[in-house]
């Protein structure tokens, strides 16, 4: 398992803070990592429900990284994470085979296809009163796009985002939306062309998200 130092933003003083991006995780890492996550997220849920707010619960509550580490098994699958203070602050699983690119000039080359993304629940506003990172995803996004110039791909990606998340695809990384998929749960579709990917990743500033 290989590892790069990476920065996070500590919210409570937006100080950059040193983390490491692990590159290859092993399946019992991630239900290790679901084990501290998932009460958090059921926790914050039900408290919401009881609320009324139920409109807020966050849609990605009932996510479970120990049943994804299943994927593991194929070699088209991987997942990346970020470690800063001995947890686990994001988790990203990513398919390097099999999808293709939906928008020209490169309609029909393959992409690195974003399977989860996911920050831990403590640092998420929608379930803790004070989140701790921020950052997380920005950074695992542009993991995305290196590995896939890594592949080979000109930093091509591609996923199918909740909607709650559809902001910080667009707004945030750039993604161009191309619709919801009637293939895939009428998710909506987002990808981000190698031009997309060079601006995405020269206007990196590891701000928090």
Request: with cysteine.
């Amino acid at each position: 398992m290989s590892t790069i130092p990476v920065q996070i933003v500590r919210r409570q003083d937006k100080a950059l803070v040193d983390a490491v991006l692990h590159t290859e995780l092993v399946p019992t890492v991630l239900v290790e990592a679901e084990k501290e996550w998932g009460p958090i997220r059921l926790d914050a849920a039900q408290k919401l429900h009881d609320a009324g707010k139920g409109g807020e619960i966050p849609q990605h509550f009932h996510w479970n990284w120990g049943t994804k580490s299943l994927d593991l098994r194929f070699l088209a699958y991987r997942c990346l994470g970020i470690k800063c203070d001995g947890k686990w602050q994001g988790l990203l699983m990513v398919k390097l085979t099999g999808m293709e690119a939906r928008l020209e000039p490169d309609k029909g080359k393959p992409l690195v296809y974003i399977d989860y993304l996911e920050s831990a629940p403590w640092n998420l506003r929608a379930m803790v009163d004070t989140p701790l990172y921020g950052g997380v995803g920005p950074v695992l996004m542009r993991t995305a796009v290196q590995l896939s110039h890594d592949e080979g791909f000109y930093g091509r990606i591609g996923l199918h985002a909740l909607h709650q998340a559809e902001d910080f695809y667009r707004d945030d990384c750039g993604m161009h939306g191309c619709g919801p998929d009637a293939s895939y749960q009428n998710l909506p579709y987002y990808e981000m062309t190698r031009e997309i990917a060079a601006s995405f990743t020269s206007n990196f500033n590891g701000g928090p998200v």
